[in-house]
């Protein structure tokens, strides 16, 4: 088969499974934004421009995370898959700013956080007090006088540069030549 071909296989493999998750998920509203996702990781790939990157990966993240969350009915599944998605963003084209790395972890820790309450984990009584213990303790240690974490920067100390000697004199007999001083060229 040519090329052709070959694209035409998969736009009908993919149009089916896409189709077929539509059927089982009963909504459609993902579609679109996956469909609008694939357009600009396509013009990304042709391009390499960033903006395409982050549309479609904030697109597909939020895509992925509403078909999930019509599969599974678990909460902090959508903030999860968008924060995964954005850090996806930061691997494929790192930056020097990683806005896009901590922004997503920070959506994803919000999800596990939404889905363990969802889920009952974090119902119990328990927890909740050693979270409060914990923020306690650290309280407590820092009155005690105990360095925090982080340390607190300081500064470094600098040395003044050490005075530069005159240079000596020449000699009255008009010697222009300097004896060696024993440095580490010598040898003998």
Same mark, same amino acid.
């Given at each position: ?22 059927q ?12 609008v996702?694939?357009a600009?990781l ?10 395409? +990157?982050?549309?479609?990966? #904030? %697109? /597909?993240?939020?895509? =992925?995370? @509403? $078909? *999930?969350t ?31 790395a901590?922004?997503g972890?920070?959506?994803a ?6 889905? +363990?309450?969802?889920?009952g #984990? %974090? /119902?119990?009584?328990? =927890?909740? @007090? $050693? *979270? ?26 600098t ?30």
């Amino acid at each position: 088969m040519d090329r052709r071909r070959h694209l035409l296989a998969y736009a009908l493999i993919a149009l089916g499974l896409v189709a077929l998750l539509a059927q089982v998920s009963g909504s459609t509203g993902w579609l679109l934004l996956g469909v609008v996702a694939a357009a600009a990781l396509v013009a990304y790939a042709n391009t390499r421009s960033y903006g395409f +990157l982050l549309l479609g990966g #904030v %697109l /597909a993240g939020s895509a =992925l995370g @509403l $078909l *999930l969350t019509d599969l599974f009915a678990y909460d902090g599944v959508f903030l999860m898959s968008l924060g995964a998605s954005l850090i996806a963003v930061d691997r494929i084209e790192p930056r020097a700013q990683r806005w896009a790395a901590y922004l997503g972890a920070v959506l994803a820790a919000i999800g596990l956080v939404a889905g +363990l309450f969802d889920s009952g #984990v %974090l /119902a119990s009584a328990w =927890l909740p @007090l $050693l *979270l409060v213990a914990g923020g306690v303790a650290l309280l407590w240690r820092d009155r005690r006088g105990h360095q925090g974490f982080p340390p607190p920067l300081r500064s470094v100390p600098t040395e003044a540069p050490a005075p530069v000697p005159a240079p000596a004199p020449p000699s009255a007999a008009g010697d222009t030549e300097t004896p060696p001083t024993g440095g580490a060229d010598e040898k003998g």
